[in-house]
C-alpha cells in the first residue's frame, strides 16, 4: 500500500498484467471477428491503478458523447466487474454488423439490448477466462446488462471497496464499420491485493523467476 | 545444435533476435528458449526501431517478433527484417489469431507462433528455420 491507502503493483506486475490482458482481448477479438466477419484491430493495452473519477477522466478525454456499457461481475479469486464500453452512436452498427446486417432497421432495433447483451457477453466471457485460466483460478460470471450513459454510471458501480479501481483500458475497432470501444475492469482494493499475489505466481509460472523486488512502484 | 554442411555434421549455433514491449513476454520466451536451444545467442528489442538497429549491427540470424507493440506492430517489423535479410527466418507471436494477422504473416513470408509461446511450436520453427539457414550456406 502506498501513503494513500491505494494498492501498489511494480512495473514489472503491471507489464505483466498488460501481457495478461492482451492475452484475453486478443481471445474475445477472435471471438468478435467470428461475429462480424471483419478484421478487429487491438490497441496495445494501457493498465493503471485509478480513482474512479480518474477513470471516468480517462474516458471523458477519449469520448465526449454518449456512451453504452454491457458490464458483467466476476466472482471468485478476484471480484470485480469488466464493462465493454462503446459510443452509443455504434450500438446499432455493432447491432448490425453481429446479425449479418441484412436485418431491416425496425428489426435491429428491437433487438438491440439483446444484440448488445449477447456480444457483450462473448467478448466479456472471452476476455475474462482466459485471464482466469492464466491466473490458475476460475471466476463465475453473471449475466449481461446494458447500461447507457456518459461514464460516470459506468465506474460507479459495485464493487465499491475503497475509492480506487484497477484499470485496464483497450481500444478495439472495426475500421470497415466504424465500430470501435473500450474494455475496462474494475475490482476492489482486496481484489486487487489478491490479484498481485496470483501474478506474482503467474511471473514465476511464465519466467521461471520471481518479480525483481527493485522495480519502482506504481 | 546439430547442422548438416555438404554431408557433414557440425556444431551449429544461431543468434536470435526477440523482440516485444513486454518485458515478462520477452522473459518467457527466454525461459522457452534456453529450454529449446540453450547454446543460442539472443539478443532483446522492446519496439521496431531498436530491433532494427540490433538487427544490422549484430548479424542476426532469426527473429521472434511480437505483433502488438507500440509504434509500428510486429508484421510491418518483420517485413522489414525480411527487407534486410530476406532469407532471415521470422516469426511473428502473437495472441492474436485473427485470419488477416495470419494473411500478412504469409504474405511478408513470417511464420506465426501462438502466444504463450510453448517448447513445441518453438522447437518446430527453429527446427524449419535451421533447414533455411543451412540451405543459405
Given amino acids: ?218 | 545444435m546439430v547442422r548438416y554442411v555438404g554431408g557433414r555434421v557440425g556444431l551449429m549455433t544461431y543468434k536470435i533476435l526477440v523482440v516485444d514491449d513486454s518485458r515478462l513476454a520477452r522473459m518467457a520466451v527466454a525461459k522457452v528458449l534456453n529450454a529449446v536451444q540453450p547454446e543460442w545467442t539472443r539478443f532483446e528489442a522492446s519496439n521496431a526501431d531498436e530491433a532494427l538497429i540490433m538487427a544490422k549491427s549484430k548479424s542476426t540470424d532469426i527473429a521472434l517478433v511480437d505483433f502488438n507493440m507500440p509504434g509500428r506492430d510486429g508484421l510491418t517489423l518483420a517485413a522489414e527484417l525480411r527487407e534486410l535479410n530476406p532469407s532471415m527466418p521470422v516469426a511473428v507471436v502473437s495472441a492474436n489469431h485473427q485470419e488477416e494477422v495470419l494473411r500478412r504473416a504469409r504474405e511478408v513470408g513470417a511464420a506465426f507462433l501462438m502466444k504463450p509461446l510453448t517448447q513445441e511450436a518453438l522447437s518446430d520453427f527453429l527446427a524449419d528455420a535451421q533447414k533455411r539457414l543451412a540451405r543459405r550456406q
Avoid: W
Avoid at chain 1, 498488460?18 to 484475453?24: Q, S
Avoid at chain 1, 480513482?51 to 453504452?68: M, N, P, W, Y
Avoid at chain 1, 476492489?188 to 496470483?198: K, M, N, R, T, Y
Fill in chain 1, 1 to 218: 500500500m502506498n501513503t494513500q491507502g491505494f494498492p501498489v503493483l511494480s512495473a514489472f506486475e503491471l507489464d505483466a498484467l498488460a501481457e495478461l490482458v492482451n492475452y484475453g482481448v486478443s481471445r474475445a477479438a477472435i471471438a468478435l471477428r467470428e461475429m462480424v466477419r471483419e478484421q478487429v484491430h487491438l490497441s496495445v493495452p494501457e493498465v493503471r491503478v485509478v480513482t474512479r473519477a480518474q477513470a471516468v477522466e480517462i474516458l471523458h478525454k477519449r469520448e465526449d458523447s454518449g456512451l453504452v456499457a454491457v458490464h458483467q461481475t466476476f466472482d471468485g479469486a478476484l471480484n470485480g466487474r469488466a464493462l465493454l464500453i462503446f459510443p452509443d452512436a455504434n450500438s446499432l452498427e455493432l447491432v448490425r454488423a453481429v446479425t449479418g446486417g441484412e436485418l431491416p432497421l425496425e428489426d435491429v432495433m428491437e433487438l438491440e439490448q439483446e444484440a448488445l447483451a449477447e456480444t457483450g457477453n462473448v467478448i466479456l466471457n472471452n476476455c475474462v477466462a482466459t485471464i482466469a485460466n492464466m491466473l490458475k483460478c476460475t471466476f463465475k460470471m453473471s449475466l449481461p446488462e446494458v447500461l447507457r450513459g456518459e461514464g460516470p454510471e459506468f465506474f460507479n458501480l459495485p464493487p465499491k471497496a475503497g475509492d480506487v479501481v484497477m484499470f485496464l483500458y483497450i481500444n478495439f475497432s472495426v475500421r470497415e464499420r466504424n465500430i470501435r470501444g473500450y474494455i475496462a475492469m474494475l475490482m476492489d482494493i482486496p481484489s486487487v491485493i489478491a490479484l498481485q499475489q496470483l501474478l506474482n505466481q503467474f511471473i514465476e509460472r511464465a519466467t521461471g523467476v520471481l518479480e525483481p523486488q527493485s522495480d519502482a512502484r506504481y
